[in-house]
């Protein structure tokens, strides 16, 4: 019976009718190619792949670079971060940022909007746990001393009055732009802003008195400390204070 026409412009003239000697031979072919050639394989986790220094793996903290501000929190896609009570070194309860590396994906955006450099990212890549909550790294686990100048992440703008003016070549940290502006008239003096704030760049200082001869406060900025975590924006009971560009 004659072979179908499929079969011929399938197969090379030298593998026609060869049948099941084909295979075989590959096999042999192959088996004897792994055996003079190393393998492209390695014996993981006994051997490891050489990763470079700015290797986006597991997010890692500065433990006593963090100041709270909750910036990561909510820069998170994945709202895998949250802020935690941990202890300092002094035994003084602080918030630090835990962080579920379960949800996270490895984005990178809470060491590049971190205003101190805390958070960043390490070379860590072997996360798999036996149960889900140890997929949970704390703010001590997560402790990551070692970086380079490649694993820093910052973030440059331009103000938008430099390019008004045609100045194009003074960029400037994205925390260095803004800061918060109060709106007088608004403002109730309940030292809320004064409270949250993580670095203590708010002070609450005497502007007059009222009628009933009480002391009139307002929040003083010191646009030196200050990191633009926005906190005292968020937790103003009368929208009093509002980010604006610093000029």
Known sequence: MAQPTEYYSKYPKKFRGTGILTP?????????????????????????????DNYRGRPGLRFNRCVGCGICVRACPTTC??????????GKMVLRPSVNVGRCMMCGYCAEYCPVDAMTTTTDYELAEFNRYDLIY???????EYTTDMMEVHIEEHLMSNLAKGITDQPTAF???DRPILEDKKCIGCQKCAKVCPVNAIEMVVVGQNDKGKDIKRP????????????????????????????
């Open 81 to 90: 971060i949250e802020l935690v009570e941990v202890a300092d070194d002094d």
């Open 24 to 52: 075989v031979l590959r096999a042999f072919k192959q088996i004897f190619k792994t055996t003079i050639h190393r393998p492209v394989t390695i014996l993981y986790p006994y051997e490891k792949e050489w990763v470079p």
């Open 220 to 247: 003083k900025i010191d646009d030196v400390t200050c990191i633009s975590c926005s906190n005292c924006i968020i937790d103003c009971p009368k929208d009093a204070l509002k980010m604006n560009e610093v000029l």
């Open 175 to 177: 925390f260095n732009t």
């Open 138 to 144: 704390g703010p001590r686990r997560l402790h990551f």
